[in-house]
Each structure stands twice: as structure tokens, then as C-alpha cells.
């Protein structure tokens, strides 16, 4: 009882250093956007903590961390942060670090913010630590927890976990896996003479990734294949013109666009209706408004596949013996708007497995 | 009213004992039987659930393998071996009741490939999958096979169940075992296995998966066919435990894994259950157990599952109910069973005494059919009757009214004889009442005999029966007219009592009041002194000899004539058509009758008869009144000197009036002191002395005047007022003798008469020996003076008292000696001192030789028996001289003096110097002496 009330004496001592760090980055580094960043991270570490706090009733439970690599309000990190909750729920405390680093692509900055995330888990004494997305994986996991004794589950790396030398014997985790050569393959069961993929994606580690994992795929599978990584929205415009009016061109295969500085959501739609004449595909939800088909991955999944994880983990299971999986769960949409030209060409199956995307439902 | 099985059934305190144990017993039984029955109900319950359990077990077995060949044919159906499809389609053939249930795909993978399936795996994002032997089951050893089984797709796909991922099956020996097996038969193979991390039990299910469908393939094309298996994998206990809990409640339950000792296994608890034991179900211990193979088919590994059976699981409420309907059947049971016990003792006591009262009744029993055939026949019958109950059966009644001659003679018909039958014993009257009729019937000797029949009709089993109660009333007749006669006749003469005789008279005076008739009241003089001195059977025999001699006086007066013997020696006749002549001629004949001698026994006697004669219509108009008045003639009879008859007058009412007056005064002369004392004296005839007096009582009341002592002495004796009379004349003799004391008159005696009421009076002689003691007087001073009548009266007890005056000092003389009947043995017996001849005998002297005799007789008896002689009325000089002549002791009369009160004494003796002799005939005596 004594140790458990000092646990809380802590986290309210490292709750009140926090908000001093807060103000005094405001005070004194005012034009250092390195401090203000951090400041941000740390107020929405602060809050996570507080409603973590509230939240959690029953001080007997275990303590779990969570180091999330982006921030509350990022569509996949609010999956992931739901499935962890869900499935952590009345098991254990969940503590949550939020590094924010979704806009953040200094290594130095990044090495600074994952500092802070490890001496938030040793300030909560955690008995396991749930990271996801590869910034936490990379900096949190690879750098701090690698072969150490506290357990890890990662959740969201894109496709591999390798460069990260992972799996640890202390690590366990699911791998963000898109389905894309399942789309693929449904595609051209459909329309076997019509293979030809082109791809657009951005630019930085994970559409590099995107792009080596795409190649990697049409390689495997045998077709035909154009890669696009395209720097900003006037420049996608333009790709998009053409690879709609390249003969060559089957399917157009888009990633993600979160790389761009700037999107123009009502131009960019008008601009793919008006040259809407090849069919076009994503695994990305965000892209959907603009797209015929999707196949997007559940983000819920993998914060349920790391909670759970870390349940059997306290349980007394190693992390070695839980398997590494890929995502598991995938759900295909149809955007009525864009793919109703192409409605002729795709089965009545399509219409009625796939959901119906509601772009506000998107949004 | 305090209830009680005692009082209720009459039970002793052994038997209610008896009967509270007996159902204790019933009780315990019954309770044990309901416990028995609920123990096995639940055992039938247990062993149902049982069979459901089992039958659960095989159909989720079934479904098992039924899974297991859908995942097989699905996988070998796929030309495109897709593992995503593969999960699809598994996941969708588990449910919620599943949920456990993990289903899995191995393939097997030769040595030399297990990198490229290792890479494969890693590019579909499984990037720890490394076929490898973690010891996940206990049961895992080395792999030695060619070729590894291992495990590529798990659904549903958890961390958890990520675990089998990549895991070699061939590296558990039964599996490869099992999976030889099951190439051959593709059937579905299971083993039990143990996990490592959860410590549990695992069920293995599986089949082969081959390329093409394994029904069209030989064992050797499936060999080389068979690509891996599909399986499913199930906590063991877990799902018992689900499954058992759908038939059991787990709680009561103990689950064990029994394996053979063949294995070296020993049990595996699984479950203990909680149930609460008392210390009966520590000591008893029922349960129910079952067995069962974990697996079907398999034998090794058994599942015990034992339920208790426990205190907790008894049915309170039915027990309860078992107990209390038993408690009331056993006593609904009993209390029938004593009822209808008691009801046959009572049945079989009453039977009894009906029997008995049939075979000791005093009266003779007879039961009859309603036609009047004998049914039944008591001994008291056979007595009465003289024939037995064997001749007596079945014949008719009526043969016991009418002779048997008769009977057949009359040739009675079988109506006529059942008419017969009712007529005589008024049964045609009947009312349904018993009802009793006299009747005379007669015996097997043709005696007639009078008898009360009581008779009734008996209702039994719906027939008609008639019970005759007979009683023999012949001598109860006779008796009766015995007591009539005794009530009306005087038993002793035959003749008829006063209330015969008065209703008859009084019907004479009712019916014929013209009649003129006489009603003579007769008492015979001087019975009592027969009674007293003979006894009363010679009064008896002489009242009848009397009865009798009445009779014959009047036999010939004609009829008419009533003759009773009215009470002790009177008689009353009422003579029909009398007159005053003729009722004197009856008189004098019936006196003369009565005087004869009569001889009874050895003695002779002769009485006489006082006679009152009352005339109707003129004497009286009603019996009363002519019995009063004749018995008032009768008393002037007596007083005329008896044997003879008077006539009534009315001045014989008044004498009667008179003796009323007389009565009425003197119950108050002692008060009024009208009673004094007159002494005559008595004087030595020898020396002239005066030796002492006689005091004689004398009265004289106001209103009456001078009454003579005879004449209301009597009275006194009938009041019995002559006891006070009698104390009173004590006091003044005492009182006188007491102031002759110390004076020359010191030595004189006084002689008391005393009557007989007196000397019968038990403090009589205390009260004089008293007042003389108070008084120091010498007793023999008083003498007590008795009459020869109170003598002999109880002569008997008179000695004693006797005895007892003269053991006191007193004297004791008899007066008018020779008047009445002197027995001189009792005479002789009597300590008397002094003998009084009466005045009757000394009035003769010196001329009446008769007189002289009598007086010489008394002179000498008394001189011979002791005693001194008094000569009573001297009147004369003569008289005196010749009595001294005759030796007589000494004399007193009016020749010596009349009686004087005691002034006038005082006087006399003063003048004669309290000697005769010294008086004017004080010469005589000189002479006399001389």
C-alpha cells in the first residue's frame, strides 16, 4: 500500500516538473522551436497522464506504458490508442507517452523526445511498455529497450521489422502489413489482361519503404509496374493527369499523402473527377475520398494485438514465444463517387461486400 | 378435560410405550426409505446427467471431426493453397461455443525446405516464425522424422494462441503415432496433451490434409499425398468443465484425470468441490462417481467426476412431508386398528355376557324365530322347563303353552299355531317396547307354571327373532297371596287385622248404614303378668287358644260377623244385628269361655276378660268412634274389677275426661307442692315399739281437691310422671329420716313405696343411694317397698336389681303379698326382708279360716325364707291380738293409726312414746305380754 502511494507522489512530482518545463520553455526559449516542440509534447503527455490517472481506479493493477510515436487526433494513432484501451481495460494502468513526431525529422529532435518517453517508463516503473508506429519502435525500442529486461510490445511498423534487428528476446509485437498484394490479386482475378499497377506515393522513410515493398511485391507477383514518389500536391496533379491518360496503365495505386505540406481536398477532388478514367485503388484510409477501392487496415487491430499481448506478457508468457504477426484484419470500401464509371468492369460482388465509403465518416 | 391416549384408547403405560416405539420405528423406516429414495433419485439424476455429459462429449467430438474433415476437404478443394481463405473459412466454422477451441493448419515440412517455408511465413509479416521445438507440451521430445510438422496459420489468430505459430508436431511421438494412423484411416486423430505454460491439459484433434480427396487415394498415393494436418486444440478441463456445468453444478463436484498405472500417472486433481460437510456426511460419505476416457476410444486417461451426497442436498420439505404423512397414517392406522380391536373385544365382552347372563340367568331364555320356533335355549330353560336345549331346538313354542296331545289332536295349523304363538304372548300388540305378560305354561311333566314373560323383538340380519325372558312367579304368586293375607289376618290367630277390620266395617257402615250392630272390645285381664312370668309363647299359645274360644262363642251368632285381633291381648268383634240384651248374653259367653282353664304346655292358667260394648248406630257413626267408646266401656270394665262387660255410656266419656284433668294437675304438683307426705306407722306386734312408717302419698290440688293415691298413681305410672313423683317422695323420706336424726325417732325406718315404673328406671337407686349418702343416714333406714305385681314383673331382672338395693343396706319389703302370682322359686331367689300381707287376707281374721290360712302360709314361708312378715290394714284389736298370736313380725292399720302428715306423727309418737303398747291399748299389750 506504502509503495503504491508513493507511485502516485511520483507521477504527480513528474506531472508538476513537466508543466515547469512547460512554462519555462515558453518563458526562455521562446524562438527555439525545438524546445516548443517539446513543450507540446510534454502538455499532451501531461493530459494523457491526467485522464490515464482518473481513469484508472485500481491502483492493484499493473502498470503498463504506452508510447505512442504520433499524437491524440491522427486518425491511426486514435485506432491504436482505442484498441489498447479496450483491451487493457480493467487489467492494467495504462500510462501513455505521446512523442508527437509525426511533422518531426530531425534525428536529434527525435533522439531529445525519445529520451523524454524512457524517462517517462522509468519515472512509471512500468511492467510491460507498448510502442507503436516505427519513431517509438526506432528511437524508444531500438535505442533504449533492445535485450533489456522490460518486456516490449511493438505494434505498427510498416511491413518489416529488420532494420530494427527485431524481434528482441524481450519484444513481441504485430507488423503493419498493408494488403495490398491481396487487393492486387483480387484485381487481377477479376480482370486478369489488366495488370499494369502504377503507383503514387510520397516521399520520406516510410513511402521509401512503400515503394521497396511495392516493387518487391509486383515482383513476386509478376506484373507489370510504374512507381511515382511525388513531392507536393501540384506535382500529384500532374502525375495523376498523366499516369489517367498513360494507355499503359491499368490500375492506379495510390499511398498516402500525409507527407504533404499542403492539400487541397477540393481541388484535388474535383481534379480526380474530372480525369477519373483508370481504375484506382488504395490501403490507405485517408486516400479514399479519391479513390475507387479500398483496402485499408484496421489501426484498432494492432492496439488490441499489443494490449492483449501485453496481457498474456503479465501473465507470465515471454514475449519470445508470442509470435510476430502481421495485421490480421482488413476492410475493403468503395467509393461510389469515383468508381461509378468502372461500375460495368467490377463485379456485383465488389458492391456488395465492400462498405460503402462516406467521406464524412472519413473525415 | 385433560385428553390423553390413556383415556382416549384405554391404554396402559406400557402399551403407549409400546405404541410410540412401534412408531419410532415406522418413523425411522419411513424417513430412511424417503432417504433412500430421494438418494437414489439423485443418483438416477446424477447418472442422467451423466449420460447427457457423454453424449455431449461424443456429439462435440463429433463436431470436432466433423470441423476437422471440413478443414481437410476445404484445404485439399483449394487449387490455390491460400492461408487467408484457409482462416476465413475456419474462423467462420467457430461460434461462441467455441470460442476456446483453437483450430490450426501444419504442414509438413521436409528438413531441407524448412527455410523456405521459414522465409515464406517471413514475408507474409511472420517474422518470428522459426520451425522449432519450443517444449510448449510436456509431452514434445526430439524430432527423428524426415520431414517437420509444423504449424503456419492458428485461428483465431491471438497472442495467446500465437504461440503454436511455427511450433513442431512431429516433435510430440504420438502425434507422429497418430498421424501414421490417421493417413491410413482419415479419421480424426486426438491425444491429450500437457502445456507447459499453462499447465494445463490440451486435446489434440486432427486429420490429414492431402491434395486430392483421400476417398479416391490408396494408403501409398496418401503417403505421398498428404501435405499436413488439420487440427483443432481444446483446454481438456476447460471444456469438461464447460460441459459439466451444463449438467452439474461444478461446485458440488470433484473432477479428477485418472490415468493407468501402466503410465506411472497418478491422478490429476482438477476440481475439488465446496460443499460443506457435516459431521454425518464425514462419517457416511455417500457419492456418486462416474468414469469416463477423456477420449473416445481411449483408455488410459479417464475423467472420475464425484458428487457427495450430502446432508445439504437432502429434501427437508419432502422428508418433513414423509415424516408427518407417516406420523398420521400410523396413527390413522392404529387408531383404526385399536378401534376395531377395541370394537371386537367390546363385541367379544358383550358376547360373553350375553353368554353368561344367558347361562346364569335365573330366568329361563328362550329365542324364537318369528313363527315361534325355538332358536335358542338357556340352562335355567332346560331346568324350567325339563327339556334340554337339544330337544327344545327348532320345535314351537307354543308346545310349552299348550299340552303336546292337544296340539296334535287340534291338528293346529302352521298359521294358526304361529297366531297361537302371537296371541298368548300379546305379540299382536306389540309396539316395538318390551313388554311383560303373565302367562301360565307348563313342563315336560305337564306342571303348570306360572311365569312373567318378558318379550322382545330382536332385529338380527334383517330377521325377526323373539327373545322370551321367563320367569317362574309360581312361588312369587303364592307368596304374594301369602303377604295379602298377612296383611289383612293377624298370623298368630288367624283372625282378622285392624285394617281388615276397620275398611270392612267401614264398608258395612257405608253400604248398610241402617244395619244395626255391636262392636265388642275385649282385653284379657292379667295377659301381661302371663307374658311377663311364662313368656311370650305361652302369650302366644294362650291368645290363640282365646282366638279360638272366641270363635266357638260365636259360632253361632250367625254370619256377618267380624272377629280381629285388635293388637297384643285385645280383641274386637263386630257382631251384626245387636242389642243391648243380646250383646250382654255374647258377653257373659264369651267370659265364661275365656275363664276356663287353659292348659298350655305343662302349665295351667286362667284369664279373665274386660269387656267394652259400643252400639251403632246410638254409641257412635263410624268405626273410630265405636272403637274408642267400646274401648272406653272396656277401660270402665277393668275398673269395675275386670271379667265383666260394660255397655257404653257417656259418663264413661267423662270418666275418661276426668283421668285427662287429673293428668294436667299433676304434672304441676310438685311445683304447686300439693303433694305431701302422710306415714302410718308399723309397729313390733311383740314389744308394741313403733319400729318405723310406712309414707303414703297423698294429694290435694286446688281445683280437684283430694285425689286418692289409686287413683292418680296410675295416671303418674302411664305419664311416666311417677319418676319425678318417685324422687320427690326420696327427697322428703330422706329429708324426714335426716331430721329424725339425733333424735329418739333416730332408729325408725321409712318404707317407700316404689312403683315398677320406678325401679326400672336406671338412675333410680342412684339417686337414693345418693341423697342418703349426702344425707349420712343409715340405708337400712329406707326401705323400698315394692308391689307382688312389680316383683314378678321381669322377675328375671328384678334379682339383680335386687341384689343390688339390698348389697346397698337397703331394705326391701313386698307389698299386698299374696294379691297376684308369686312364683316361689323366684321367691326364693329374691333377697327380700320383709313380706306384707294384704289388707284382703287380715280382714278375715280371726274368723275367716280361709284367711287365716293364707296368713299362716305367708307367716311360715316368709319365717322359712328369712324373712320378717307386716301385716297390713289391722283395724282391729282382734285382728292384732291374733296376729301376734301367729307369730307375725309386725303390723300397721288403722287400728294403730291411720297414715298422719308428719305434725299429727310427731304428735302420736310423743303421746305414745313411740310405743303402741304405751297408748290406750297399752293394757292390752301388759295382757298380751303377759
Known amino acids: 500500500m506504502l509503495n503504491l502511494r508513493r507511485h502516485e507522489n511520483a507521477n504527480r512530482f513528474f506531472d508538476y516538473n513537466i508543466l515547469v518545463k512547460l512554462s519555462g520553455g515558453v518563458l526562455f526559449y521562446k524562438k527555439n522551436l525545438i524546445q516548443l516542440s517539446l513543450a507540446t509534447i510534454l502538455a499532451f503527455s501531461a493530459v494523457a497522464n491526467a485522464s490515464n490517472q482518473t481513469s484508472g481506479s485500481t491502483s492493484t493493477l499493473p502498470v503498463c506504458a504506452y508510447i505512442a510515436s504520433y499524437a491524440p487526433g491522427y486518425a491511426w494513432q486514435d485506432g491504436i490508442t482505442r484498441g489498447i484501451e479496450q483491451s487493457l481495460k480493467g487489467k492494467c494502468r495504462l500510462k501513455t507517452f505521446y512523442m508527437n513526431s509525426k511533422k518531426v525529422f530531425d534525428y536529434q529532435k527525435m533522439e531529445k523526445i525519445a529520451l523524454y518517453a524512457v524517462e517517462f517508463i522509468e519515472q512509471n516503473k512500468p511492467d510491460v511498455v507498448i510502442v507503436s508506429d516505427d519513431n517509438a519502435i526506432k528511437y524508444v525500442l531500438k535505442d533504449h529497450y533492445k535485450e533489456s529486461n522490460l518486456p516490449v510490445v511493438f505494434c505498427g511498423p510498416n511491413h518489416t521489422i529488420t532494420q530494427y534487428q ?5 519484444t513481441t509485437g504485430m507488423i503493419e502489413k498493408d494488403p495490398t498484394e491481396r487487393l492486387l490479386k483480387l484485381l487481377f482475378n477479376l480482370t486478369p489482361s489488366k495488370t499494369h499497377v502504377t503507383f503514387l506515393t510520397t516521399r520520406g522513410i516510410s513511402a521509401d519503404k512503400d515503394v521497396a515493398e511495392f516493387h518487391r511485391l509486383v515482383k513476386k507477383i509478376g506484373i507489370k509496374s510504374s512507381a511515382y514518389q511525388i513531392q507536393n500536391q501540384e506535382d500529384w496533379r500532374r502525375i495523376y493527369k498523366q499516369v489517367q491518360e498513360d494507355p499503359t496503365t491499368d490500375i492506379i495505386f495510390f499511398s498516402n499523402n500525409v507527407a504533404f505540406k499542403e492539400w487541397d481536398h477540393e481541388e484535388n477532388m474535383k481534379w480526380v473527377l474530372k480525369h477519373n478514367h483508370k481504375l484506382s485503388i488504395t490501403t490507405q484510409g485517408w486516400m479514399m475520398p479519391y479513390v475507387a477501392l479500398g483496402m485499408n487496415k484496421a489501426p484498432d487491430e494492432q492496439g488490441h494485438w499489443a494490449g492483449e499481448a501485453a496481457i498474456e506478457i503479465l501473465n507470465g508468457i515471454q514475449p519470445s514465444q508470442l509470435s510476430i504477426v502481421p495485421s490480421q484484419k482488413f476492410q475493403m470500401l468503395i467509393n461510389p463517387k469515383v468508381a461509378m464509371p468502372f461500375k460495368q468492369q467490377l463485379p456485383e460482388n465488389i458492391f456488395s461486400h465492400a462498405s460503402t465509403y462516406n467521406a464524412r465518416g472519413s473525415q | 378435560m385433560k385428553l390423553s391416549l390413556h383415556t382416549i384408547f384405554e391404554l396402559s403405560k406400557k402399551q403407549i410405550i409400546a405404541w410410540c416405539f412401534v412408531g419410532l420405528i415406522i418413523l425411522c423406516v419411513a424417513l430412511a426409505l424417503e432417504l433412500s429414495q430421494q438418494f437414489h433419485q439423485d443418483k438416477r439424476f446424477f447418472h442422467d446427467q451423466t449420460h447427457k455429459f457423454i453424449h455431449q462429449q461424443n456429439i462435440q467430438q463429433k463436431q470436432s471431426d466433423t470441423v476437422l474433415s471440413a478443414l481437410s476437404e476445404y484445404y485439399t478443394a483449394q487449387v490455390i493453397k491460400s492461408q487467408t481463405d484457409f482462416k476465413l473459412f475456419a474462423n467462420g466454422l467457430l461460434n461462441k461455443d467455441t470460442k476456446q477451441r483453437v483450430i490450426g493448419l501444419a504442414l509438413i515440412t521436409p528438413r531441407n525446405k524448412k527455410q523456405l517455408l521459414e522465409s515464406s511465413q517471413f514475408e507474409k509479416g511472420y517474422e518470428s516464425f522459426l520451425i522449432s521445438n519450443t517444449q510448449l507440451f510436456e509431452e514434445q521430445t526430439n524430432n527423428l522424422q524426415h520431414a517437420f510438422l509444423a504449424v503456419t496459420s492458428i485461428t483465431p489468430l491471438t497472442p495467446k494462441n500465437s504461440i503454436y ?15 501414421t494412423a490417421s493417413i491410413k484411416s482419415n479419421q480424426t486423430q486426438s491425444i491429450i496433451l500437457t502445456n507447459r505454460l499453462s499447465e494445463q491439459l490440451q486435446t489434440l484433434s486432427f ?40 449438467h452439474f453444478s461444478l461446485e458440488t463436484l470433484s473432477i479428477s484425470f485418472k490415468v493407468t498405472p501402466d503410465l506411472s500417472l497418478e491422478n ?35 475423467l472420475v467426476v464425484t458428487q457427495p451426497w450430502t446432508v445439504n442436498d437432502l429434501n427437508t420439505t419432502a422428508l418433513i412431508v414423509t415424516g408427518l404423512l407417516t406420523l398420521f397414517g400410523y396413527l390413522t392406522l392404529t387408531t383404526i386398528i385399536i378401534t376395531i380391536v377395541r370394537y371386537t373385544q367390546n363385541l367379544r365382552q358383550m358376547q360373553n355376557r350375553l353368554s353368561q347372563i344367558l347361562e346364569t ?15 335358542d335355549w338357556n340352562p335355567e330353560a332346560k331346568l324350567l322347563f325339563g327339556y334340554s336345549k337339544a330337544e327344545a331346538l327348532n320345535q314351537p313354542i307354543i308346545s310349552l303353552i299348550f299340552p303336546e296331545d292337544t296340539l ?51 332385529n338380527v340380519r334383517n330377521t325377526i327373532e323373539v327373545s322370551l325372558f321367563i320367569k317362574d312367579i309360581t312361588y312369587q304368586r303364592s307368596t304374594e297371596e301369602a303377604m295379602t293375607k298377612m296383611a289383612f289376618f293377624d298370623p298368630l290367630t288367624q283372625l282378622e287385622n285392624r285394617t281388615f277390620f276397620k275398611t270392612a266395617v267401614e264398608k258395612i257402615i257405608t253400604k248398610t248404614p241402617d244395619k244395626k250392630f255391636a262392636l265388642f272390645f275385649m282385653d284379657l285381664d292379667g295377659f301381661k303378668q302371663v307374658n311377663d312370668t311364662l313368656g311370650h309363647s305361652v302369650g302366644d299359645e294362650l291368645l290363640k287358644v282365646v282366638a279360638k274360644r272366641i270363635q266357638n262363642a260365636l259360632r253361632e251368632s250367625g254370619e256377618g260377623n267380624h272377629i280381629c285381633r285388635f293388637g297384643g291381648d285385645e280383641f274386637v268383634l263386630m257382631l251384626d244385628q245387636m242389642d243391648e240384651v243380646k250383646a250382654a248374653q255374647i258377653s257373659l259367653r264369651l267370659l265364661n269361655q275365656i275363664e276356663r282353664m287353659i292348659k298350655i304346655q305343662n302349665d295351667e292358667l286362667q284369664v279373665s276378660a274386660s269387656i267394652g260394648i259400643a252400639l251403632y248406630p246410638q254409641h257412635g257413626e263410624n268405626v273410630d268412634t265405636l272403637l274408642r267408646h267400646a274401648d272406653t266401656a272396656m277401660y270402665c270394665s277393668k275398673d269395675l274389677g275386670k271379667n265383666t262387660y260394660s255397655i257404653y255410656n257417656d259418663a264413661m266419656e267423662e270418666d275418661l275426661a276426668e283421668r285427662i284433668l287429673i293428668e294436667k294437675h299433676l304434672r304441676n304438683a310438685i311445683q304447686k307442692n300439693e303433694l305431701t307426705l302422710a306415714y302410718q306407722p308399723q309397729i313390733n306386734l311383740r314389744t308394741g315399739k313403733v319400729i318405723g312408717v310406712e309414707a303414703l302419698i297423698r294429694w290435694n290440688n286446688p281445683v280437684l281437691g283430694f285425689i286418692p293415691p289409686d287413683k292418680f298413681i296410675p295416671i303418674a305410672e302411664e305419664t311416666q310422671l311417677i319418676i ?28 317407700m313405696n316404689v312403683s315398677g315404673v320406678q325401679l326400672e328406671h336406671p338412675h333410680f337407686l342412684e339417686y337414693v343411694n345418693k341423697l342418703m349418702s349426702n344425707a349420712d343416714i343409715h340405708k337400712h333406714l329406707l326401705e323400698i317397698e315394692l308391689t307382688e305385681r312389680t316383683v314378678m314383673n321381669n322377675a328375671d331382672d328384678n334379682i339383680h336389681r335386687f341384689n343390688q338395693i339390698r348389697a346397698k343396706g337397703f331394705g326391701l319389703s313386698v307389698d299386698d303379698f299374696g294379691t297376684g302370682y308369686s312364683s316361689l322359686s323366684y321367691l326364693k331367689k329374691f333377697p327380700l326382708s320383709i313380706l306384707k300381707i294384704d289388707k284382703s287376707f287380715v280382714d278375715g281374721i280371726p274368723q275367716d279360716e280361709e284367711d287365716i290360712s293364707i296368713a299362716t302360709a305367708i307367716l311360715n314361708l316368709a319365717h322359712s325364707l328369712n324373712m320378717q312378715v307386716v301385716a297390713e290394714g289391722v283395724e282391729t284389736q282382734d285382728q292384732l291380738q291374733y296376729l301376734q298370736q301367729l307369730d307375725c313380725n309386725f303390723a300397721q292399720g288403722y287400728f294403730i293409726s291411720r297414715p298422719l302428715f308428719i305434725k299429727d306423727l310427731e304428735v302420736w ?20 305380754d303377759a
Open chain 2, 361 to 375: 340367568s335365573q330366568d329361563a331364555v328362550i329365542i324364537t324365530d318369528e313363527n315361534g320356533l325355538i332358536l
Open chain 2, 724 to 751: 319425678n313423683i318417685g324422687e320427690w317422695i326420696a327427697q322428703t323420706c330422706i329429708n324426714q329420716l335426716k331430721t329424725w336424726k339425733h333424735t329418739p325417732f333416730s332408729h325408725f325406718h321409712i318404707a
Open chain 2, 207 to 246: 486429420q490429414p490434409i492431402f491434395l486430392n480427396s483421400p476417398d479416391h487415394l490408396n494408403h501409398a498415393q496418401r503417403l505421398k499425398q498428404v501435405r499436413g494436418i488439420v487440427f483443432i486444440i481444446e483446454p481438456t478441463k476447460d471444456i469438461l468443465l464447460h460441459n459439466l456445468n451444463q
Open chain 2, 909 to 928: 309418737l310423743q303421746r305414745n312414746q313411740a310405743n303402741f303398747y304405751q297408748s290406750e291399748y297399752k293394757q292390752l299389750a301388759i295382757h298380751t
Open chain 2, 408 to 458: 296334535s289332536s287340534t291338528q293346529v295349523s302352521h298359521d294358526s299355531s304361529i297366531n297361537f304363538f302371537a296371541d298368548s304372548l300379546n305379540l299382536t300388540s306389540f309396539n316395538g317396547e318390551a313388554q311383560k305378560t303373565e302367562i301360565t305354561l307348563r313342563n315336560q311333566k305337564g306342571t303348570l307354571i306360572t311365569t312373567e314373560v318378558a318379550t322382545s323383538f330382536l
Open chain 1, 166 to 170: 527485431l524481434p528482441y528476446p524481450n
Open chain 2, 268 to 302: 490429476i486433481p482438477v476440481l475439488t468441490n465446496k460443499v460443506s460437510r457435516s459431521f454425518l456426511d464425514n462419517f457416511v460419505q455417500p457419492k456418486f462417481t462416474f468414469k469416463t476416457p477423456l477420449l473416445q476410444g481411449h483408455t488410459t486417461k479417464k
Open chain 2, 165 to 179: 505459430l511455427s511450433e513442431d508436431l512431429f516433435s510430440i511421438p504420438e502425434v507422429v503415432s497418430k498421424f
